[in-house]
């Protein structure tokens, strides 16, 4: 198990911002691919961002130019920062991670082996 333990989420207004963190304990973290995911009330889970191990940087239609995904591999912790955002953003974020070195689809939830707890994201208009 490679426990992932998200943290950041809260309550913001709508045009605001908010920055979500994960760290990872266990699994060699600068070697995996790092995820976030989002679940709005009766949705469906939804890929919201990626960093390669490389660090390169992969975003869902509806959150590129206004969130940024990073990581830190001497802290095990990948970031989510959030900006101007909208009652539409109003979810329970997860953060995954894929240690294996099989191929995958980025935006491919299922293909991350592990995810976190998650923590709510409320955005009010």
């Known amino acids: 198990q490679v426990p992932l333990v998200e943290s950041g989420g809260g309550l913001v207004q709508a045009g605001g911002s908010l920055l979500l963190s994960c760290v990872a304990s266990?699994?060699?973290?600068?070697?995996?691919?790092m995820a976030w995911s989002r679940q709005a009330p009766g949705k469906e889970r939804e890929f919201v961002a990626a960093?390669?191990?490389?660090?390169?940087?992969y975003y869902g239609d509806s959150v590129n130019g206004r969130f940024t995904i990073s990581r830190d591999n001497a802290k095990k912790t990948v970031y989510l920062q959030m900006s101007d955002l909208n009652a539409e953003d109003t979810a329970v974020y997860y953060c995954?991670?894929?240690?294996?070195?099989?191929?995958?689809?980025?935006?491919?939830?299922?293909?991350?082996?592990?995810w976190g707890q998650g923590t709510q994201v409320t955005v009010s208009s």
């Open positions: 266990g699994g060699s973290f600068s070697t995996g691919a």
């Open positions: 960093v390669s191990r490389s660090g390169t940087p």
């Open positions: 995954g991670a894929k240690y294996s070195s099989t191929p995958y689809v980025v935006g491919d939830l299922s293909g991350y082996e592990y």
